[in-house]
């Protein structure tokens, strides 16, 4: 960003990366209150057509960043999906069942984002208890198409520009896959390094909280914040220039007659020393998996809901409650014996890579606001507790959004922010990347 006077102008504010915003509000040289009102001016004029938010906060926005924030994100536009909790905004889990309710505290990662300076705009849109059921939210790219779920509004607000940071969540590809259809940059941690209490809860062996950003470099510096990691920040991590690429595998599935995987491939191609991976036959058993630990914890997680508010569900939410309904404590059993016996293999699936390419969705986001899309190739990353990235890849053939999914070990988080930079930068000299959103 070039500055051409002591103040910036509105275009010079909305060109900055949130790592440059709190930089400069740290310095002095920019002010939170100013970075404030370029943003709601933004929202102002997309968010009547997108529906990103549930509660848009502009009072408390202006409130908080006339205090001068510090920190790592002070004065950064910052979204958090409505499944999370907030002491001074609602937190309505996307139902009926709780209009405006009000925890009394912070979920300990919005504690985190609030300490470290960011701005909070509002509550994101998410599908009713980041189940199935949509809510209103638009793909900023085309407003006839899903932005993908659940966390569906934090994903569109990133890629309409009307947040930098944002958070999600993930249970089986609610981080991954709206980040893909959206053009933006996502991570679905390894469990347990963030916190996920003061989030409705889903599932006790695969829940994580997402965060999610329009870059690499900024969602580390926010996985950073998340996380208590200070040595994940971007100046730390993976500074700007030219990182080196660890060996990679491609990793595509053999039966899928829908997906389109030729801009993956495309995507793959400049990437240098990328070798094809093959799939163990044992890989596709690890989606039941998933779906057998799934049902039986979210029975529970949501038997409250389900006995105490039916009547103020959505219809699909009624069909996702019936089909958890059918699960079993052998089914649990099997599935996290399946788990465990696949991560005992994890060279089969690795080979000689440290990293797979997979797809973050079948293609671009699907037509259609009924269904948030497959989460086919998210399901068994999050089952064993693999951390997996979008990067923005390019574009497919209706000019949407693709996204490719790196895919490291358990716990390897910080080696998969440095090589997702490595990628991003490989992908954007080539000139494949993410265009911002016209919304």
């Not at 358990?410 to 090589?419: F, H, M």
Request: hydrophobic share 45%; charged share 20%.
């Amino acid at each position: 960003m070039t500055m051409n006077s002591s103040k910036p102008s509105p275009a010079d504010i909305t060109s900055m990366s949130a790592r440059a915003i709190a930089k400069a509000v740290a310095a002095s040289t920019l002010t939170a209150e100013a970075v404030t009102e370029v943003w709601l001016d933004r929202i102002a004029a997309v968010e009547p057509s997108l529906h990103a938010f549930i509660h848009h906060a502009p009072e408390k926005a202006r409130a908080f960043a006339a205090v001068a924030p510090k920190g790592p994100l002070a004065g950064v536009p910052f979204g958090i999906k409505d499944v999370i909790e907030t002491r001074d905004m609602p937190t309505e889990y996307g139902s009926a069942a709780y209009p405006g309710w009000q925890p009394c505290r912070d979920a300990p990662v919005v504690h985190l984002a609030r300490q470290a300076g960011a701005v909070f705009m509002g509550k994101t849109v998410s599908t009713e208890f980041a189940t199935a059921s949509p809510g209103a939210t638009v793909n900023p790219f085309d407003p006839k198409r899903t932005p993908g779920g659940s966390s569906s509004g934090t994903a569109a607000a990133l890629g309409a520009g009307l947040i930098l940071l944002g958070l999600g969540t993930q249970t089986s590809g609610s981080t991954i896959r709206p980040a893909a259809y959206c053009g933006v940059a996502a991570i679905k941690p390894s469990p347990k390094l963030i916190e996920t209490f003061g989030v409705k809860p889903l599932s006790q062996t695969l829940d994580v909280v997402g965060p999610m950003a329009r870059d690499i470099r900024d969602l580390a510096l926010l996985v950073s914040v998340c996380m208590r990691r200070p040595e994940l920040a971007p100046d730390v991590l993976a500074p700007e220039g030219d990182l080196p690429l660890q060996p990679m595998g491609l990793f595509l599935p053999v039966h899928d007659p829908v997906a389109d995987f030729a801009p993956l491939e495309k995507a793959a191609s400049v990437l240098g020393s990328v070798t094809a991976q093959p799939v163990p036959e044992w890989f596709e058993a690890i989606g039941p998996a998933q779906d057998d630990v799934f049902g039986w914890e979210a029975s529970i997680a949501l038997a409250t809901d389900r006995d105490l508010h039916w009547d103020k569900l959505r219809p699909l939410t009624h069909e996702f409650m019936e089909r958890q309904a059918k699960s079993t404590f052998a089914g649990w059993q099997t599935g996290l014996a399946t788990r465990d016996a696949a991560l005992r293999n994890l060279a089969a699936l690795f080979g000689g890579a440290d990293f797979l390419i997979t797809p973050a969705a079948p293609g671009e986001a699907p037509l259609g606001l009924e269904r948030t899309g497959p989460a086919t190739y998210n399901i068994r990353w999050t089952l064993l507790g693999c951390p997996s990235v979008t990067i923005p890849a390019g574009f497919g053939p209706a000019g949407m959004p693709i996204g490719l999914q790196l895919v490291a070990r358990p716990g390897e988080d910080a080696a998969l922010l440095r090589q997702a930079a490595a990628v991003e930068d490989r992908l954007r000299a080539a000139g494949i990347e993410a265009r911002p959103s016209e919304a």
